[in-house]
């Protein structure tokens, strides 16, 4: 993956809003579990026998990992991000694990990947660009859908606008934060942190405005309603149950668990030291890994995923 299309060489490091490869295959299984398999089916329904999916935001391609067996036919996938390093890691991943569960990966140019899955062949490529400028930098008219998950609560209103009155085909936006985030059992710093991180979320990232953060369900349904959308959320929330004496049920290893927990918010602790004491701030971290490493934290951090669909055209 050396010859991928771009239109900017010079990119900002995203690691500090979270987008580092270690941190995206910890939530992966994560967010496997969280999406809403209703609204999926939903958006497959609405999806023409070889459909043409943009993935913005697409990382290393977790998104299509999950989705891609769901559809279960041919299929064309083009991965849009910033991070080229990213983009490269996702054919990688995507390659290696189609190839551990016995479907053949083949470049059949330096750009393509082609998974030949049972149902038919997945065909994925990348376009690497900044979304800030989406979507006059998308290619809309070869394009069915329009797919994001956990991208679409770092936009602004403005970004949602503009994308709305441009789509005529189904926006899918999973993983969409919407604060119901819940920590047990509580500590007493609790709400200055969450609130600190709250400010946070909303903090310009980059695509010309405040972002929205755990506005981002409501606001972007009512953009796309505003075009004539017919719009369905549901809940996709990560839940982590303390171990306590289930652990035989946990549905990841521990090890994989407590590591997602630790990075999750120490996160969040970074996020919030930008409008707190750091000092509060780290106290609280130290408790929480604690309990961590003891296995006796849960949490529940609340997502929505979004479906909004066009008027079927007669
Ligand atoms: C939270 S990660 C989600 C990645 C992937 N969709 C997933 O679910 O694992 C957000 C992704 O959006 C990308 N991103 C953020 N801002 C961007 C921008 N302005 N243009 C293009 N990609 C951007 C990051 O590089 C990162 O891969």
Redesign the pocket.
Known sequence: MSDLDHDDEDYED?DED??APDW?ALR?PY?ALARSERIAAALIARLPARPRLIDL????G??LRWLAPRIGRAQAWTL????TA?IEEAFETIADRAEAIGFKATFPSRKTLLVHAPGGAWRIEALVT???EAPRNLPLTAADAVL????CD?VSARWVDRMAAALRIPFYAALLVDGRDRIWPPHPEDGAVAQAFRRDQGREK??GGPALGPAAPRAIAQAFAAQGFTVETAPADWVVQARGDTAAELPLPRAHTAAFLQQLLVGQADAAKRWMNGRTADRWLLDRLDRIDAGTLSLRTGHRDLLALPPVRR
């Open positions: 995203d979270g987008f995206l992966e967010d935001g697409a990382g290393t977790s998104l849009v991000d910033s991070d990213l900044d979304l800030a994001s998950s956990a991208l770092l980059g695509f």
